[in-house]
């Protein structure tokens, strides 16, 4: 028997003004959703940014908003709430802004809007896809400026709360349709949190049911929550929590068994229907996509068994004709052998570098297979095709491509079924990528230490160089450079400085092990060893004719030549990187290509055209889903180029942006070189004190990884302004002058000489 305990959640603060009332824990359980959401819950109340919760009627938005409030930075400021769907239109402005007595016809006396009264708490916009479209602009202009007007009056006031915003209306399609602004929906959705359906969480129903009953001093027994747990709740956990209070409410004793439920909720014995509808429920809830036809091919299969192969009987049984059952075999067979037969045409497109004409077959192949059950030999094609399809979208849209991702997840799954290691270590590359492009660093973390104990129970080199390749790159955005400095060792160990394409993976880790190899070398300072590197890198290039390994590495070229300064190289390398992605329909690098494009833009004075290039390249081609690599150093990036043409309110904007991606990640790698932007947005401002304490955490940072490049960068802020530095600094800079050798040379380094030496 389930007993009801009270629910203690010591993060759970009470201090909330009125009139908002916390709703019951609904969102609280074990599922791995509500767990994912309560851990990004966690991660953004930290930061003052708007949030935008997304979910279906009765998911429990309300009390996400709540959470995030008494979980956040001001949890004794007030919360307060307004649905817009309920407030009448001409009253909403009132009620948001407030008014000024007299502003209009009725306004006898001043009135504060919410905005005035949640101060630095948190204001709850929910349904704000019903907000007039009047109004938009104006709720957009709180969130850029930070301030608003009362209706009349003729000073705007400063709003120094969060805004959090809730919908179970498609905003997207809205902003499509013309009815929701699309820069407002921008603006809004910085950070969003999806709340499940109580479908997508079922195993959390036991412990609602308890949570409710403990309010009414009830209990349930096992068989009642049985039968409630295999019902389904279209009105999500506000329908199952008010049928437990009407089950609490109608009965007389302490404990609710079965029988009552049925009493009261059934009222009568189950019929053929009801069963075959249990029955359903149970199979959608299956771990396949391939529902029907599993059912389908798995109750002939066991009607052929029970009949010892006779297929008049198997007919008998299921209801159906023999020929019917002749029919669907032999329609297996054929789906079967046409899609084997397109996997294998798109292979050899693959060989030839010809990906576009590849995705076509696989994409047609992965429609034969979709409707066929998940068996073992199906199981195997199906993997072939996710995986190969996740591949050839990868080389053309990139690591963030949202069907690539997908068809990563799909083969993980499948490979799980099947238990192979070869096919699990493809999976599992796709898996981490997935998660690092979109900077979930613990779970791409996870995935490549996985990947690496795969590697190590197999015993298999190519197993294990992709999973050194998958912690190199994973640690180096966390900022664990001594993580990334020990896979690269170990990588070069045992691989020496060879290539070599892993018949496991698909892939060959050599180019970005050799990538990282250089960026950390040249971040810690270590130039000369750097240029060694480099030369390896070309040289790899040079002889490739893998189209997608050569755009990969051709990439890493640029990015490389952009560290070392090295302008010449840098204009030829990235023409290169834009002709090779051009050839090989590779959106994402040639997005990459185009950031840096922009800045030369940019740099040949033309700043409108540039930015506009950087911007399109960035949000369009490597990142039109969910990716977020790469976001912090293209915000310092753009963030430099908007200093340098003293374009201070983007400038602002761009830092928060940062900000935000860092905070919601944890990215840290470039966080010295964000702070240093900072700093120097604080002296355009004549704000000295505040960029000094900007500048001396970024030195602090980068002296304790040993990132001496981004210590030489500091370093030129102190000396081009010397009224900042006193002699402990000065004394840092002749130190941080003497570490580096003299075959070490880069652009940085040479100016910081001069300036020291009095040149």
């Known amino acids: 028997m389930i007993h009801s305990q009270p629910y203690k959640d010591s993060s759970f603060k009470k201090e909330v003004t009125p009139p908002v009332r916390l709703p019951d824990n609904i969102v609280q359980g074990s599922s791995a959703c509500i767990k994912e959401l309560l851990n990004t819950i966690h991660k953004v109340s930290q930061t003052p940014y708007p949030v935008y919760i997304h979910g279906p009627t009765g998911s429990g938005k309300e009390w996400v908003a709540n959470y995030l409030h008494s979980s956040g930075l001001n949890p004794n400021a007030p919360i307060l709430d307004i649905n817009c769907s309920t407030i009448a239109e001409d009253l909403i402005e009132s009620l948001l802004f407030g008014h000024v007595k007299g502003a209009f016809t009725g306004a006898h006396q001043h009135h504060e809007g919410y905005f005035s009264l949640v101060k630095n708490g948190t204001l709850f916009l929910d349904e704000i896809g019903e907000l007039p479209l009047h109004l938009q602009p104006k709720l957009l202009r709180v969130l850029e400026t930070g301030q608003f007007r009362a209706i009349g009056a003729a000073e705007s006031q400063v709003f120094k709360g969060r805004v959090v915003v809730a919908t179970h209306r498609d905003l997207e399609a809205m902003v499509e349709a013309g009815t929701f602004r699309e820069d407002l929906f921008y603006r809004i959705n910085v950070i969003s949190l999806t709340v499940p359906s109580l479908r997508q969480r079922k195993e959390d129903i036991p412990f609602l049911i308890a949570h409710f009953a403990f309010q009414q001093n009830k209990t349930f027994t096992d068989e009642a929550v049985s039968i409630l747990t295999g019902r389904n709740w279209p009105g999500n956990v506000r329908e199952l929590r008010n049928t437990v209070l009407r089950m609490a409410i109608l009965s007389d004793g302490d404990v609710i068994d079965a029988d009552f439920i049925h009493q009261r909720l059934l009222r009568k014995k189950e019929t053929l229907e009801e069963t075959a509808k249990k ?5 959608l809830c299956l771990d396949t996509d391939n529902t029907l036809a599993l059912i389908e091919r798995t109750l002939i299969q066991q009607a052929l068994t029970e009949t010892g192969g006779n297929k008049q009987a198997a007919a008998k049984k299921l209801g159906i004709h023999r020929k019917s059952i002749e029919r669907k075999i032999n329609n297996f067979d054929e789906v079967f052998i046409s899609a084997s ?5 798109a292979e050899s497109h693959i060989k030839n570098n010809q990906y576009s004409k590849a995705i076509e077959h696989l994409r047609e192949a992965r429609s034969h297979i979709i409707k066929m059950p998940d068996l073992v030999d199906i199981d195997k094609l199906s993997f072939s095709i996710y995986i190969k399809l996740g591949i050839c979208l ?11 991702i997908s068809c990563f997840e799909c083969a993980h799954k499948i490979s799980l079924r099947i238990g192979d290691t070869s096919e699990l270590s493809s999976a599992l590359l796709g898996i981490w990528a997935a998660e690092l492009v979109k900077l979930n660093l613990s779970a791409a973390n996870e995935a490549a230490l996985q990947f690496y104990q795969l590697g190590l129970e197999a015993n298999n080199d190519n197993i294990l160089a992709s999973a050194l390749m998958a912690i ?13 400095s020990a896979a690269i060792d170990e990588y070069f160990f045992f691989r020496r400085f060879r290539s070599g394409m892993s018949s496991q993976t698909e892939f060959d880790p050599y180019p970005i092990c050799l990538e990282f190899k250089c960026i950390v070398e040249i971040l810690q300072g270590n130039f000369s060893a750097a240029e060694l590197t480099r030369t390896a890198l070309v040289a790899f290039t ?3 004719s893998n189209d997608f390994v050569k755009v990969t590495s051709q990439h890493a070229l640029v990015w490389i030549a952009h560290l070392m300064d090295d302008k010449a190289s840098l204009q030829k390398e ?3 990187l834009l002709s090779l992605s051009n050839r090989s329909d590779s959106s994402f690098y040639n997005g990459f290509g185009r950031i840096f494009l922009g800045e030369q833009t940019i740099k040949a004075n033309d700043y409108e055209a540039g930015q506009k290039i950087m911007n399109e390249a960035f949000h369009h081609q490597m990142h039109p889903e969910d990716g977020r690599i790469f976001s912090s150093y293209f915000h310092i990036m753009l963030g430099n180029c908007q200093l340098e043409s003293f374009d201070c309110e983007r400038l602002t904007r761009t830092l928060e942006q940062a900000n935000a991606v860092m905070q919601l990640t944890g990215e840290r790698i470039f966080q010295p070189l964000l702070l240093l932007l900072e700093a120097q947005n604080m002296l355009y401002k004549n704000q000295e004190n505040e960029a000094i304490a900007l500048l001396v955490e970024a030195w602090q940072i980068s002296e304790k990884q040993n990132l001496r490049f981004m210590m030489l960068k500091i370093s030129h802020v102190w000396l081009n302004k010397p009224s900042l530095l006193d002699q402990h600094q000065l004394s840092k800079l002749q130190y941080l002058e003497s570490s580096f050798g003299e075959t070490d040379i880069h652009p940085s380094l040479t100016e910081l000489r001069n300036k020291l030496s009095g040149k």
């Open 542 to 544: 040079l002889r490739l």
């Open 574 to 576: 990235t023409e290169k």
């Open 472 to 484: 190199t790159n994973t640690t180096f955005w966390t900022g664990e450079l001594e993580r990334t």
């Open 279 to 283: 029955i359903a429920d149970q199979l």
């Open 341 to 345: 037969t397109l996997v294998a045409s």
């Open 394 to 404: 990868r080389n053309i849209e990139g690591w963030a491509s949202e069907e690539a």
